[in-house]
């Protein structure tokens, strides 16, 4: 066994996991799993810059995460940035602030890699399961981008296109300065009409259609599967290869859709920092299954960061 750490941080959200892994066996134990919202990505779609707020509250997310790595006495340590930093014209900031807490330089990856990391840790532990047509197509919706692959044990084809649950919400449900409660039917076309021509750019590289299996990652898919089997409280246990349907996921989305803001935060399993862009985050799902014909969505708990762990090992 080998002691890895691996942190992701993307749009939305910073993660990391401390886990031991073996690549003989293809083993991986979580040691800790653990997810801060710090919404490095606000406003990066208008200004092209990272916030100086977004970028402390991601440094304290790091300082937290440092303590936690070495309580563990983890070996190694990657950490991967995503589609905000790619795109902030100040991700030097990003950078240095890392170096100095954590002592390694965020890896800013491509979409493709994003890709590749996300099929490998949601795939690994389903590789020879009968009950599960391949190929796979996995989706992980995340906050500024979403990563479209295709494979059976490896990759075949993969996209990532700039649709994600924060940049869209961002995009199209903003208005004078605060998120419509609920959107308006206008907002939600031109939404859709976006999230379509993303789905068209993904397609002309990846033969989505010809998926078996859909297997969707990310705190918007988790946060469906979640609210479809009305958990108490969010349970990765329940929620890690969970099937739901595309019909309940025509329902929820639409009661997101046409929701408050307060009837959102209430659903018990909703993290506070999602309650904003879920909505968003599900249209995409339910254009996703539309699009290609899926009569349900595997859930995983498991997607880029074990992706990560595994490449550290």
């Not at 399961?129 to 919706?141: C, F, G, K, M």
């Not at 995009?171 to 939600?188: C, E, K, M």
Request: include cysteine.
């Amino acid at each position: 066994m080998t002691r890895v750490a691996a942190i992701d941080c993307g749009t939305n959200s910073i993660r990391l996991l401390v886990a031991d892994c073996d690549p003989a066996t293809g083993e991986l134990v979580d040691l800790d799993r653990r997810m801060t919202i710090v919404r490095l990505g606000q406003g990066v779609d208008r200004t092209g810059r990272l916030a100086p707020e977004a970028l402390e509250r991601t440094f304290a997310a790091c300082r937290e995460y440092a303590a936690v790595i070495k309580e563990h006495g983890a070996e190694r340590l990657r950490f991967v940035a995503t589609s905000a930093s790619r795109d902030a014209e100040n991700r030097d900031d990003f950078v240095r602030g890392v170096l100095d807490i954590l002592g390694v330089e965020p890896e800013v990856i491509t979409g493709d890699q994003e890709a590749e990391f996300s099929f490998t840790g949601a795939t690994k532990e389903l590789t020879g399961s009968d009950h599960l047509a391949r190929p796979y197509l996995v989706v992980d919706i995340g906050g500024g981008s979403t990563e479209f692959v295709v494979g059976d044990d490896h990759v075949r084809a993969a996209r990532s296109v700039d649709v994600g649950c924060v940049r869209m919400t961002e995009r199209h449900l903003v208005q004078d300065g605060a998120v419509s409660d609920p959107p308006t039917a206008a907002q939600i076309t031109a939404m859709r009409a976006d999230i379509e021509a993303a789905l068209d750019l993904a397609e002309e590289t990846v033969p989505l259609r010809e998926a078996r299996t859909l297997v969707g990652l990310a705190g918007s898919v988790t946060t469906v599967s979640a609210i479809a089997q009305e958990l108490p409280e969010y349970d990765s246990a329940a929620i890690h290869h969970s099937r739901i349907s595309h019909e309940r996921v025509r329902e929820i989305t639409e009661w997101l859709l046409r929701s408050t803001h307060a009837e959102r935060a209430a659903v018990p399993s909703m993290h506070p920092g999602r309650v904003d862009v879920i909505a968003a985050g599900a249209l995409v799902l339910l254009s996703i299954m539309e699009r290609i014909g899926a009569e349900e969505v595997v859930v995983s708990e498991h997607d880029i960061l074990d992706g990560i762990a595994w490449s550290v090992a």
